[in-house]
């Protein structure tokens, strides 16, 4: 599956921003669609997963209540709604593909990338 994100940008602290993840190629039944973002040098962290049957989710503890998760069958499209955003928040947000359905904080379980959007939060 080919996935293309977007919505990234520069936002005060305390403002907020969607971002989408549009999926093409084949039809994401089974799969689980996570985010996660990364800073120059790190590891890329994990922020939130949803499956794509159930639409059930799971949030990191540093995004809990603040960003939400969601999914449009019709556009094959991912959501991550940013709420309260912090200057900690800035980072590149990736969105990623779990063929089994799993909803693991491990980069390394998703399969499938894609290219990433800028998020900054100014002070």
């Known amino acids: 599956v080919q996935l293309q994100a977007s919505g990234g940008g520069l936002v005060q602290a305390g403002g907020s921003q969607r971002l989408s993840c549009a999926a093409s190629?084949?039809?994401?039944?089974?799969?689980?669609m996570g985010w996660f973002r990364q800073v120059p040098g790190s590891e890329q962290d994990f922020v939130a997963a949803?499956?794509?049957?159930?639409?059930?989710?799971t949030y990191a503890d540093s995004v809990k209540g603040r960003f939400t998760i969601s999914r449009d069958y019709n556009k094959n499209t991912v959501y991550l709604r940013m709420n309260s955003l912090k200057p900690g928040d800035t980072a590149v947000y990736l969105c990623?593909?779990?063929?089994?359905?799993?909803?693991?904080?491990?980069?390394?379980?998703?399969?499938?990338w894609g290219q990433g959007t800028q998020v900054t939060v100014s002070s």
């Open positions: 949803i499956s794509w049957n159930t639409g059930r989710t």
């Open positions: 990623a593909a779990n063929r089994k359905g799993e909803h693991t904080v491990s980069a390394a379980n998703y399969a499938d």
């Open positions: 190629g084949r039809s994401l039944t089974n799969y689980a």
